[in-house]
Every structure is written in structure tokens, then in C-alpha cells.
């Protein structure tokens, strides 16, 4: 459990969240991708005061840290999306149509007034999310004698999915940016705690039956993860 949490300034541009952890042995700095900024992780017993005298000292590598991460790519006319791996135009059209958003030719024409493309685009997006991730657990699941209760589609900052006891999953939206063999991999580690509530041995048997060569999709999203918080 977090003991305190506060936020300060390095004048790097953005907020420094400061936490308190009864686990931390030692002072850390993050970077958190998902929403562009620092945080300090203090153990019981070390001031704020401390803790910014040594992410003060690390101002250096905090910058080239926050430079690094990927511009912004916004969901208005003309910016790229990947869908499912795929580049795609976002093609920002005046008027009305039998769909307010249609993908065709790897382009997505969004048909509405200029102000309200960014939560059309995102609402799609979320839509076919939903769509496809929930298609792939229930099928995954039925591979290995399983019921999935429910898929909830959510936007995750911490981790990609996770599985109830209860056989409810829940997948970050986000996952839509990504390459299939990507989206693979993440829903079937959810679809195998179904049968394996634990990262054991036969948990790994098991995700790398229903998705093949996982190593590599797993390094991807690792790699990568940066990139997908950085689109809308």
C-alpha cells in the first residue's frame, strides 16, 4: 500500500508524482509512458526533500528519458493510425453517411463536424476493440474446454489484461494499435489463467500452445509499449 503521494517540480516540464512505498528499499525513478511523467518511489523513513536531491542529480537522464518517448499522434485529419498493426489515414470528410466512420483502403473516413472527429475516431477504435478482442478470448477459451464470463474492455495503464477468478477478462483497448501476433499473445496469457490462476510452468505450456512463438509478441510489447499510449 502507497503511505503518501505528492507531486513537486524538477522544471523538466512536467509534474514529479512522489510516492511512498512500504516495499521500496531503495530510491527510484520512473517514467510513466501512459501520461508523460516522472515518478519518485521513496522507501518508509526518506523525506521528499531527499528524494528530490537525487532525482535532481538524475535531471540528465530524466530528460533524455521523457525526449525519447513518442510524440503525441492525435486522431484528427491526416494523422496515421495503426490498426491492428496496419497503418491507417485518418480522413476527416464533411456531410453525413449510411456510417459516421468507415475503413476502407487503408483509410478511416470520419464523417461529422471538425470538432467532434477526435472522440469519433476514439470511439470506433474502442468499438472494434471490444469487437475483436472479445471474439478472440471466447474463441481461445473454448480451445481448452473454458467459459469466459465477460470481457471488459478498458483503458489500462499498468498492464495489458488481466483474468478474475471468476472467468470475467479484462484488455486495454489499446491493443488495437498493435500487430495480431501481439494481440494473440495478450489474450491468450488471459484466456490461460482461466485454467492456470498463476505464472507457472504449465501457465506458460499452456500460452504458448495457444499462441505460438510468444517470445517474440512478448518482446514487442515491451519494446513498443510507449508507442501505443501515444495515440489520441
Known sequence: MNAQRQTASLELGTPVS???SRRARRIALRINAAERR?????????SASQGLRFAAAKRG???ARLAALPQRVPFSDGSVVPILGVPHKIRHELGTGAAPVAISDREMHVRCSSEHVTRRVRDHLVGMARTELSRRAHLL?????????RVSIRD???RWGSCSGRGNISLSWRLIFAPEPVVDYVVAHEVAHLAEMNHGPRFWRLVEDLAPASAA????????RSRLFAYG
Not at 38 to 46: A, F, I, K, N, S
Not at 217 to 224: D, G, I, M, S
Open 18 to 20: 512522489i510516492r511512498v
Open 38 to 46: 516522472v515518478e519518485l518511489v521513496l522507501p518508509r523513513g526518506v
Open 61 to 63: 537522464w530524466i530528460a
Open 141 to 149: 477459451a473454448a480451445r481448452i474446454g473454458r467459459e469466459v464470463t
Open 156 to 158: 489500462t495503464r499498468s
Open 217 to 224: 509478441p512478448r518482446a514487442w510489447l515491451k519494446q513498443h
